[in-house]
Every structure is written in structure tokens, then in C-alpha cells.
């Protein structure tokens, strides 16, 4: 089965997936759990049930996108309340409400999303944009202080391709549209986005414009920002459109102004994508190295000199001996070291795949043939249906990403991990953390952090401390604060430390500019001037 193929899931709140699809632990992973001290933990509350807006609010809304696109019902606004971190998660359980928005609005158009955004800065009430609702580091939950509500926008009924230009390679898609059913269209065409992270089952392309999202195969075809040549936003001061050409020398380039932007500036409404022939050929194959170093320095040579596989990830020893340590598929020599993928994926890619084996041999690489590189892929999207039982069951477990210079990644690594590690186990709950790489470039790469131990009765505060003392292990060691999961609230300390009080400055320019009232996604990315 390939991505085309996959559904639109529509998540149910608080769990992550297909409502249908049940995961259970296995006796094993039950009895690691108990060895860590996690115990089982008591049923999730109910939805509540949220106060009713201000009729005023819901009657100025409805003359704009119609009556029956303005919810006010409970269910509708705690299914907008929050995204899917771990904390998202242990207060939605708890059944806090804080982040609940007043109302819910479907504006289906480009025009009734600006209408809305002019309405909204005029009653004094927060936007917060939605799509997906993926969002891993508070980025749906805005700061309410000093607004008469908080309106979530939900672009579900912009759900269409455009326009696809096969002469160009291009495909005008619509933000609300999720990203599987941007792939089924697009492959009946015979082209592909290429774009697959690991939320793909639940996100958008609006969200993945809006984080700078990375997807499995960045190796092959970018990270999104890099796919995206054109767009189109709708702000509280007006529309801007930006992308006549794939490149021009006509000022800064502003479209990098909104990538990543979070919905602070506005909400972008489409996108021009660049658009790839589907492949004819795909193969995924495993390789091991006798340590991680060893695999950093493998996959740094074929970064840095080609030829570079469609995915190209390591996984460290503890990642290896747990998500990979299958005898089956290692081959008698044992799960020990750590395990690369390679993903291959094309037409007639036998010359580069013999060419990426060359490479990885002689960088100390054992091949293992396509049994854990198809074993990885086909559970590509397994891992967070996990998180629901093991927070069941008393686990915590949460992930974090940063990247770094090649130079730099060695330390930056023993340096997270060790916060960690010392975070969790000063509260006594010593955890496993787990690493991979999964994004290289000519002059770094990612690392992608899970950690896993027991809560302790008050598990986001135990994050909490843990997450600082990774952010500040990463702002130390010369990390980014976020290479993909965005800054939302979560990482906006770490990103005024990392860019600075100048550069801090500029992005409250462009916001006092665009959005004068504040109406957009208020604390998100961008603090309030001091």
C-alpha cells in the first residue's frame, strides 16, 4: 500500500487516529512498564459541557459564511480545543477547558476567510487558525487575555486542487485540504507531493505551510517550504499573494515570511506546490553500523557527496534495540548497533542504490537487505496510535526535535539526553530515551528525541521540567530550538533566545503591520511587544 491509498482519518479528540482502529501493548511491553513504576491510570473525563458565546458574536459571524457554518455546540469546540502533545492530551483527559474556543466558523472561500479576519479584529475577538489540529507544541492554544473570545477557524470546507499545471509541475491546493487526499488526487494524475510526516494521516497542507513541516522523504524531495513556490493569505489588513516565478531577484523573498509563520500574520488560504511523476520503482532496505557514531558519519558522506537515497534515517543503539530489534529481520548476528534506512524510490534506481551500498560499505555499513527497511515503512504511521495505551497505562512519553551542524550533532545529542535523563530521574522516574536522524542536508541534520518513563502524579509538570532542561541543553550546545514541529507556545522562549531581541523586534513589525489589533493566534511564535 503506498500513501495515495491511505484515507482522510478524522481523529477522534484526545486520541490520536482512527477512532476504529484499536492498539493494544503487548504482555512485554506491560511488563517493562511496570519495571519502570508506571501504573495504570483512571478513565479520561467526559466532554464537558462549555458555556454558550455571545449571540452578538454568532449573529456577526453567521452573516458572513451562513448560520449553519458557525458552531456553537460543546462537541464542535472541544474536537478545536488544543492539538496532540502529550500535555494536550493529560488535559484533555482531565477535562480542562481552557482552551476551548467560543465558536467554531466554516468560511468556505478565500473571500469569507478575509470577511471573517476584518469582522474579528473589529469585535475584539482571537483567531486561531485550524486545519488538521496536528499541532505538537501549542500552537492552538492562544493567549486570551484581553480578548471577548476566541474564534477557531476551521478551513475543512477548503479542501480542493485548483489546479494542476503538468507543463510547470505544479499543483494549486487549498489549506484545508488534508494531506492524503491531496496525494489520491494528485496520483490519479500521475504525479505525487511527495510530502509524508508522520501526522500525515491527520494533517493539511495549510499546517504543514504554516510549521515548515518535514515529511519521511525529505531526503528526495524537500522539506514543504522548499515545495512551495506561490501562496496566497488572507491577513486583517488585506489579501497578499506572492509567487509570479520559482525564483526572482525582486526584493527579499516574502513568501519565507509566512512559511512558518503559525497563523501570527494570518491564514493562508492555498498554496502553489512543485509536483513530482509518481514512482515506477520503491524500495526500502536496512543497514547496520557497529555504533552511532559510525552511522553519523555514513549518512553525513552521503549528504555532503551524494548520491543521496529518497529516505535516509539512523537510529541509535536504544532505538535500534527497541523499535528494530527483530531477529527475523536483523539476521542471526543479533539486533546490536544501529540500524540506517534507506528508501529508494523512482525510476530506474538500481544505479543509485548500488552507488548509496558503496557508500555505506565502505563507511563500515552491513547490509541487511529490504526485510527492516519494509518492515519501517509499512509501520511508518504505527508509533503514535502507541501513545494512547501507554498513557493509559501510567507511561509518560513524549517527543522532541531539534538540528545542527555536523559538527555539532555528536554533542548536541549526549547533551539532551543527559538533560534528560537527569530531569526525570531527579523526580524519580528514570526514563528511556530514545534518538534517530531522519532529515539530512549538506550541512547538518536532525535529531528526533523520545522519551519514555512512569508519570508521577502531576506528569505535565513533570514535562515540563524535563522539556526546559532539554531546551536549554539544546540552546547550549548550538541546536535549534524546533527543526519541524513548529515554536507554537511551547518553544517560544527557546526562539527569542535563539534569534534574539532585534530579530524579535522585526517579527512584531511585521505583525503591528499586518495585524494591528493582535487578532491572530495571539502568544503564538511571536511574544506581545514589552
Not at 502533545?85 to 481552557?98: E, H, I, K, V
Not at 534517530?436 to 549538506?442: C, D, L
Not at 505535565?460 to 536549554?472: E, G, L, N, P, S
Amino acid at each position: 500500500m503506498s500513501e495515495s491509498d491511505l484515507p482522510v482519518v478524522r481523529m477522534a479528540h484526545g486520541r490520536w487516529g482512527d477512532p476504529a482502529r484499536e492498539t493494544h501493548l503487548p504482555a512485554a511491553a506491560l511488563d517493562a512498564l511496570r519495571h519502570l513504576g508506571a501504573r495504570p491510570m483512571p478513565p479520561a473525563a467526559p466532554a464537558p459541557e462549555l458555556p454558550a458565546p455571545a449571540d452578538a458574536l454568532v449573529t456577526a459571524l453567521a452573516a458572513i459564511v451562513g448560520a449553519a457554518q458557525v458552531k456553537t455546540d460543546s462537541e464542535t469546540r472541544w474536537r478545536h480545543t488544543r492539538g496532540y502533545s502529550t500535555p494536550d492530551l493529560l488535559r484533555d483527559r482531565a477535562g480542562d477547558t481552557t482552551d476551548a474556543p467560543d465558536l467554531v466558523v466554516l468560511p468556505g472561500s478565500h473571500d469569507e476567510v478575509q470577511a471573517l479576519l476584518t469582522a474579528c479584529t473589529e469585535l475584539g475577538v482571537a483567531v486561531v487558525p485550524y486545519a488538521g489540529g496536528t499541532s505538537v507544541v501549542g500552537g492552538l492554544a492562544p493567549d486570551r487575555q484581553g480578548y471577548d473570545a476566541v474564534v477557531a477557524v476551521d478551513l475543512a470546507r477548503l479542501d480542493q486542487v485548483i489546479e494542476v499545471d503538468e507543463i510547470s509541475r505544479t499543483a494549486t491546493l487549498q489549506a484545508g485540504l488534508r494531506g492524503p487526499a491531496a496525494e489520491a488526487e494528485l496520483a490519479a494524475r500521475g504525479f505525487t507531493l511527495g510530502h509524508f510526516p508522520q501526522s500525515y494521516e491527520g494533517a493539511s497542507i495549510g499546517g504543514y505551510a504554516a510549521t515548515r513541516s518535514s515529511g519521511q522523504s525529505s531526503a528526495g524531495f524537500g522539506r514543504f517550504d522548499q515545495m512551495v513556490v506561490g501562496l496566497t493569505v488572507a491577513t486583517p489588513r488585506g489579501t497578499i499573494q506572492l509567487g509570479r516565478a520559482p525564483h526572482s531577484a525582486a526584493g527579499p523573498d516574502l513568501r519565507q515570511l509566512f512559511l512558518g509563520s503559525e497563523g501570527a500574520f494570518g491564514i493562508l488560504t492555498s498554496v502553489v506546490v512543485r509536483i513530482r511523476p509518481r514512482a515506477t520503482e520503491r524500495v526500502f532496505e536496512g543497514w547496520r553500523f557497529p555504533t552511532f557514531e559510525t552511522g553519523l558519519d555514513a549518512v553525513r558522506r552521503l549528504a555532503q557527496d551524494g548520491p543521496l537515497p529518497t529516505v535516509l534515517r539512523l537510529s541509535d543503539e536504544a532505538e535500534t534495540a527497541i523499535n528494530l530489534a527483530d531477529p527475523d529481520v536483523l539476521g542471526s548476528g543479533g539486533p546490536g548497533g544501529c540500524v540506517a534506512i534507506c528508501g529508494f524510490e523512482g525510476s530506474r534506481i538500481g544505479t543509485r542504490r548500488a552507488e548509496v551500498a558503496e557508500v555505506l560499505q565502505a563507511a563500515g555499513g552491513e547490509p541487511l537487505g529490504e526485510g527492516p527497511g519494509e518492515t519501517w515503512r509499512r509501520g511508518r504511521y504505527n508509533a503514535p496510535y502507541l501513545r494512547d495505551p501507554l498513557l493509559d497505562e501510567g507511561a509518560l512519553v513524549e517527543t522532541l526535535e531539534t538540528a545542527g551542524f555536523w559538527s555539532a550533532l555528536p554533542g548536541l545529542k549526549a547533551a539532551v539526553t543527559e538533560a534528560l535523563v537527569k530531569a526525570l530521574s531527579d523526580q524519580g522516574t528514570p526514563p528511556v530515551v530514545l534518538c534517530h536522524i531522519s532529515h539530512v542536508y549538506e550541512t547538518g541534520a536532525s535529531l528526533y528525541f523520545t522519551v519514555l518513563c512512569a508519570q508521577t502524579e502531576d506528569p505535565i509538570a513533570q514535562w515540563a521540567r524535563a522539556k526546559q532542561a532539554a531546551c536549554d541543553a539544546i540552546g547550549r550546545t548550538g541546536g535549534t530550538i524546533t527543526h519541524h514541529h513548529a515554536v507554537g507556545t511551547d518553544h517560544r522562549p527557546g526562539y527569542e533566545a535563539e534569534i534574539g531581541p532585534l530579530a524579535i523586534e522585526v517579527l512584531q513589525a511585521v505583525k503591528s503591520v499586518l495585524d494591528p489589533a493582535r487578532t491572530m493566534n495571539p502568544g503564538i511564535l511571536i511574544p506581545p511587544p514589552s
